[in-house]
């Protein structure tokens, strides 16, 4: 007996296309059952939601950038509060004619220091933001309704 016959059927009784077909289809209704009533992995018992104060810098970006961080509550998913901000100039470090570095103000590019509310969980591991643990040194891009982002945290604590 052939595995499959002059026919296309499978040990002689069933075609092999409509066992390809009713194959299929039963992935595709265990993957929807999976996804609908399967775990979405996103928060678990033990996790909470909370706010926590992070210290965000944000070097070298031009004035009118700095003036467009705004202070105060902020209408996001991620970020609750400015709660301060502090503007300085950037320091780079420049090479004189002889080779030496020296460390000078940018003559317009500027330092942002902001004290913000961001929206975070806490898990058994620790605070969780967008996903991703919160750590000091950490990348993050942060929309503040006018002005987008990029910088790292400084410093953070939990908050309620």
């Given amino acids: 007996m052939d595995l499959i ?72 998913e991620s970020v609750a509060a400015v709660e301060n901000k502090s503007v300085r100039p950037t320091e780079v470090v420049v090479k004189d004619q002889n080779g030496n570095l020296h460390e000078r103000t940018h003559p317009r590019k500027q330092t942002v220091t902001l004290e913000l509310t961001l929206n975070t969980t806490e898990t058994d591991d620790g605070v969780r933001f967008e996903g991703e643990p919160l750590e000091v040194g950490r990348q993050l891009k942060l929309d503040f309704g006018p002005v987008t982002l990029d910088g790292h945290v400084t410093a953070f604590s939990p908050g309620n």
């Fill in 5 to 76: 016959d002059d026919k296309g059927r499978l040990f002689g009784t069933v075609n092999i296309i409509d066992a390809l077909a009713v194959l299929l289809v039963l992935a595709v209704v265990a993957a929807g059952a999976a996804l609908v009533l399967g775990d979405d992995g996103q928060q678990t018992n033990t996790d909470r939601q909370t706010t926590t104060t992070v210290a965000f810098e944000i070097s070298g970006v031009q004035p009118y950038v700095a003036d467009a961080v705004p202070e105060g509550p902020i209408d996001s």
